[in-house]
């Protein structure tokens, strides 16, 4: 079964251009949904959007990502991110937190 995708270090987010598995509604034995709502995330996936749309651009996705691991890192918890659901031009990024 695939897994959420762990950043290495919060440096390395955005080294990578979308190393997120597709999981589509499953969620993996040991991990549950982070932040509800607010941890799933409507990106733009073709490299085009613009940041007044309502997809977040890959910069816009970076920066929360970066700010999630950011404060989940001084609470050592571990947080994975994978696409749940697949448009077009769009993707749906759910944020899962590692269950210890």
């Not at 040991?30 to 997809?55: M, N």
Request: proline content about 6%; charged content about 20%.
């Amino acid at each position: 079964m695939k897994q959420p995708y762990v950043y290495p270090s919060i440096e390395e987010v955005g080294l990578h251009s979308f190393p997120f598995p597709n999981i589509g509604d499953t969620v993996p034995k040991g991990w549950r949904e982070y932040g509800g709502k607010g941890g799933l995330f409507f990106v733009d996936s073709s490299g085009f959007g613009h940041p007044d749309e309502a997809a977040l651009t890959a910069d816009q996705f970076i920066a929360k990502i970066q700010e999630i691991l950011a404060i989940n890192d001084m609470c050592e918890w571990t947080i994975g991110w994978a696409i749940v659901e697949v448009g077009q031009f769009q993707v749906y990024v759910q944020a899962f937190k590692k269950e210890e």
